[in-house]
């Protein structure tokens, strides 16, 4: 399949050397991720403010062929609908993502002068008076306002009970932004059928929650993450990290989008909701410890060039391509340059790993 399907893409530009990179990383220069609830109140605001600065920004897209982007954060949004069929439940997922989590960052660093340490969201607290969906100025915005109570279908075999929300966001941070691209069915993944046709259209709602304490309770307890950084070998960590999507299971990644409910529950669109970053940055943790904790496995990938390697394709290997972010990074860049946070273009570490 080509690699290149992301409209307008320039032929790639071959990676910084990795012998340039890495020289900079050192105890002194390391950046120390933390957890969003143990960051002080001005500190919480400081990263949210960098996120709507970013939103504030003008899009880099084309108009024409992406109605959607309307902004540079609703750029991000698109890369990544752009790239889910190759970088979910494929060999590139848990690499992709962690750099595509670094380019933002970045962005938000050198665009919006943002100084603080990034968060995550570590969704095996409990969700009961935490500080991440609180709805105050100092949170990642509230859930949504009350609507339904039938319980969700999240697949043929698996019916979970709804959550408090259903609605829009009731306040704080995000809660007056516009999501512009329509839900996307995540069995899309499953099928490799094309995206619809009418993907990138502006298509305009409010952002969305139904904060689901059943799906973490059941899903992304403590000892589900746990159990999780503890796999044997990388297609256990798949399997603990993603379940089986359209099965009765899913893993903590799977779980953690369907606690927040909403666009979160489409994997394609689901960064319009900016929980996206610090939940990946909680799986990004969640990968670092599961390195740290197996070293003998630590590189191993599981995982072909196509989700749920629809339609076939060739596994992914540590010479591998990562497909592109869009125009935030063409640069070829192998799979094995991201192994590592302490190298190569990384250079962080988090506060708490799970041991
Ligand atoms: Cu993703």
């Known amino acids: 399949m080509s690699p290149s399907i992301f409209a307008g893409q320039a032929t790639a530009a071959p990676a910084p050397e990795w012998s340039q990179w890495q020289h900079s990383c050192n105890p002194h220069t390391q950046q120390t991720r933390v957890s969003f609830s143990s960051m002080a109140p001005e500190q919480r605001k400081a990263y949210t403010d960098a996120i709507e600065c970013i939103h504030s920004q003008p899009s880099n897209l084309d108009k024409a062929q992406y109605p ?12 990544h609908t752009n790239r889910t069929g190759q970088v979910h439940l494929s060999g590139f997922f848990l690499t992709w993502h962690r750099y595509f989590i670094h380019l933002f960052e970045k962005d938000m660093r050198e665009t919006c002068g943002y100084k603080g340490p990034l968060p995550y969201w570590d969704f095996s607290e409990n969700l009961q008076g935490s500080v991440v969906f609180d709805g105050s100025p100092y949170s990642l915005g509230s859930d949504g306002a009350p609507n339904g109570t039938a319980p969700i279908a999240l697949g043929p075999q698996l019916v979970i009970p709804h959550g408090t929300g259903g609605g829009c966001m009731k306040s704080g941070p995000f809660s007056d932004w516009t999501a512009t691209l329509g839900f996307i069915d995540p069995l899309f993944l499953i099928s490799g059928a094309p995206l619809p046709k009418n993907t990138y259209d502006y298509n305009p709602n409010c952002l969305s929650r139904d904060i689901n304490a059943y799906a973490a309770q059941t899903w992304t307890n403590y ?32 779980a953690a989008h369907f606690i927040v409910g909403g666009f979160m529950g489409s994997i394609h669109v689901s960064v319009q909701d900016p929980i996206w970053w610090a939940l990946h940055t909680n799986l990004d943790r969640i990968y670092t410890s599961w390195q740290l904790n197996n070293p003998s496995v630590a590189s191993e990938l599981y995982g072909t060039m196509t ?12 010479d591998s391509i990562e497909p592109d972010w869009g125009y935030f990074d063409r640069s070829a860049i192998p799979v094995k340059n991201l192994l590592n946070t302490t190298a190569g273009p990384f250079c962080y570490t988090y506060d708490k790993l799970i041991s």
Do not use: R, W
């Not at 989700?307 to 540590?318: K, R």
């Open 68 to 79: 959607a982007a309307v902004n540079k954060y609703q750029d991000y949004s698109v890369v």
């Open 223 to 254: 000892s589900e993450v746990v159990m999780t950084s503890h796999s044997p070998n990388a297609q256990a960590l798949e399997f603990n990290v993603n379940g089986v999507i359209g099965g009765s299971a899913l893993g903590v990644h799977s």
């Open 307 to 318: 989700a749920h390697n629809a339609p076939p394709s060739a596994n992914v290997t540590l």
